[in-house]
């Protein structure tokens, strides 16, 4: 069965430090990788996308399938980065749904 | 830009009432979802859409339904409310396997 793993409920990050969330997942087939993000009082919004690598605020993930991970790095965090990151994986090519990690809440501090 | 619009931002009902949630896009998708989001638990697949009249369950449809009678229209029923369903649900659309999100709506049930 597909599965996306976030092994940290919570990352505390000091300001100007480097980021990285991480995000493992179980899939037989060849993945579609995605990050969203929902910041404190908005929606839940995309914030990366492997295939394409759409990303938005200088997000960047690299998918090693060796690893079968696709953590999120950001190079220096900023209070605004503060938010609940999910990662999600497509279960087939095509409109199938996707399937959440259990998200990581992450906490800049200034 | 896509507008994903739930109705309720917030509900209280009481155990046994049936609930509606609605779910409109403006944006003439065809595929729309329900999940419902927990703290440690992540996003959670209740039920999806491909076209009108259509549904499939997700991984958690136990004592919910839908009702999809008109494209843009997604409807989440609790059929008798129970304590447990109490959490934030989030009603999506999705192009080309973007997800785009409503605000959602903060379930209460007492």
């Known amino acids: 069965a597909q599965r996306v793993t976030q092994p940290e409920k919570l990352l505390s990050v000091f300001k100007g430090a480097p980021v990285e969330l991480k995000c493992n997942y179980s899939y037989s087939g060849s993945p579609e990788l995605f990050w969203y993000v929902q910041y404190s009082r908005q929606r839940l919004q995309l914030l990366l996308r492997?295939?394409s690598r759409e990303s938005i605020k200088g997000s960047t993930a690299d998918l090693n399938k060796g690893e079968t991970s696709f953590h999120l790095k950001k190079p220096f965090a900023q209070e605004e980065d503060s938010a609940m990151y999910y990662c999600a994986l497509s279960r087939n090519s095509g409109n199938t749904p996707l399937v959440f990690g259990k998200g990581t809440r992450l906490s800049v501090i200034a | 830009d896509v507008k994903v619009t739930q109705s309720s931002r917030y509900l209280v009902k009481r155990t046994g009432e049936k609930v509606f949630l609605e779910c409109v896009q403006d944006?003439?998708?065809?595929?729309m979802f329900w999940y419902r989001q927990d703290p440690g638990l992540g996003l959670r697949l209740i039920y999806f859409?491909?076209?009108?009249?259509?549904?499939e369950k997700g991984d958690i449809p136990e004592g919910y339904s839908v009702s999809r009678e008109k494209k843009e229209r997604f409807s989440l029923i609790l059929e008798s409310a129970s304590t447990n369903q109490t959490s934030m649900y989030l009603c999506a659309s999705t192009v080309n396997e973007k997800l785009f999100f409503g605000s959602g709506t903060q379930l209460s049930v007492l």
């Open positions: 492997h295939i």
């Open positions: 859409s491909y076209d009108v009249k259509m549904k």
């Open positions: 944006m003439d998708h065809e595929n």
